[in-house]
């Protein structure tokens, strides 16, 4: 008794995906559409990702990648430049830093 249950409303929900689905027809296609995928430039692709993400709700500042963060308010005063490790961390806060370390082994 169930298993019909469940059978005739998968069939159901198929129907109903089948009958909403609309392929377009070729006149309503854009024209970068129409190409083969192979065939597709670096723009139409570009164009491609803007439709895939234009209904997505933005990252929250903290998840964004590096290079699209907001950049942090530096206080600079030349006159009192003081130590400059600090003003190292002043203007990297909130970035990622390489360092290179050189170590010595005496035996």
């Given amino acids: 008794m169930m298993s019909s249950v469940k059978f005739s409303m998968g069939v ?3 129907c109903c995906s ?6 377009f027809s070729e006149e309503e296609k854009p024209g970068w559409a129409k190409k083969d995928i192979r ?17 997505e709700e933005p990252l929250p500042e ?11 308010k530096l206080n600079f005063d030349p006159n ?3 130590n ?5 961390k002043m203007s990297k806060k909130g970035k990622t830093l390489m ?5 010595w082994m005496c035996e």
């Fill in 18 to 23: 089948l009958v909403v689905c609309k392929k």
């Fill in 80 to 82: 009192n430049i003081g």
């Fill in 99 to 103: 360092m290179f370390v050189q170590v």
């Fill in 62 to 72: 903290d998840e964004l990648p590096e290079h699209l963060r907001p950049q942090p």
């Fill in 12 to 14: 159901f929900l198929l």
């Fill in 39 to 55: 065939d597709y430039s670096d723009a139409d692709l570009e164009r491609l990702l803007d439709q895939w993400d234009e209904d």
């Fill in 84 to 88: 400059p490790e600090d003003l190292l």
